[in-house]
């Protein structure tokens, strides 16, 4: 597969509707976000351990090779050169929440919701990467194969609370007794190193996608990208590239992982 943004390839391949958010009220948020089956992570680490999937984690570590090295991804890699690569999964599957559509638009709703999840990788030269499974009826497919290990590292900071991910600006936070703290630098910019209120969190969403949602000028112009949030902390976020419009993965109702498609493009898909 040739290189492209992070999610772009893998949400295709897995089939997933992408539908734009839009925009609604202003009620408080609440309630605890829904959590996928207890089951469910161990069926998706079965899943990730197939030899189809091993084939896959090999083809997508060479291709990283071939990609850090300047060269083009979508050549063919021979058994040999797989095999070379030894992939494995490490650890458990791990639930990945993400944004919900229903909070951003001012509902009384959880903040985020399950989206898919996520198990780790290893290749025998020491590279890693992560793969994103959703199920389809009783089985599971991997969607997506990211390098790095964010989707598994920072979900097991759940320390009694909820993880969860606002992709568009590559940010993870979490949830713990009505507050709502960074886990990563861009969160902590995002909402101060002290954290702050899940209300204060909505508003702040919504603030900040409200005018990017369908119908929206930004969103008709075309451009869809430029988007440096002001956190409602002290200043800017740093740049981390362009954000489409806000949308949601219409198989979970979660708001897309596909939305940080240009921003985490330190990240690739070379699947």
């Known amino acids: 597969m040739r290189t492209s943004a992070k999610l772009a390839a ?11 958010l839009i925009g609604g009220g202003t009620a408080m948020a609440a309630g605890p976000v829904p959590a996928p ?12 351990a197939q030899p189809a999937v091993q084939q896959r984690l090999g083809s997508f570590f060479v291709h990283y090779d071939q990609h850090l090295q300047g060269k083009l991804t979508d050549q063919a890699v021979s058994p040999a050169a797989i095999a070379a690569k030894a992939p494995r999964v ?13 909070f951003v638009k001012g509902e009384n709703a959880p903040v985020a919701t ?3 999840m996520a198990i780790g990788a290893r290749s025998a030269s020491g590279q890693q990467a992560t793969l994103w499974l959703t199920k389809t009826g ?11 290990t964010e989707e598994t590292v920072y979900p097991a900071k759940a320390d009694g609370g909820t993880v969860f991910t606002e992709p568009q600006i590559h940010a993870w ?7 709502v703290t960074g886990l990563n630098d861009t969160a902590v910019t995002s909402v101060g190193k002290s954290g702050t209120t899940l209300a204060a969190y909505q508003r ?11 119908g929206s000028r930004y969103a008709t112009s075309g451009k869809l990208g430029g988007y440096s949030p002001t956190t409602g902390v002290s200043r800017p976020a740093p740049d981390r590239g362009t954000a ?28």
């Open 10 to 20: 893998g949400a295709v391949s897995a089939g997933i509707g992408v539908t734009a």
């Open 37 to 48: 089956p207890a089951a469910d992570a161990a069926a998706a680490g079965k899943a990730a």
């Open 90 to 102: 490490e650890g458990t599957a791990r639930p990945v929440f993400s944004l919900n559509p229903a």
């Open 114 to 116: 399950y989206a898919y």
């Open 138 to 148: 009783k089985s599971w497919d991997v969607m997506n194969v990211t390098s790095g």
């Open 173 to 179: 936070y979490r949830l713990l007794n009505g507050r």
């Open 204 to 214: 702040l969403v919504r603030t900040r996608y409200a005018d990017k949602l369908p």
């Open 244 to 271: 489409p419009v806000l949308m949601a993965l219409g198989a979970g109702g979660a708001v897309a992982a596909a939305a940080g498609i240009a921003v985490a493009r330190r990240r690739r898909v070379l699947g």
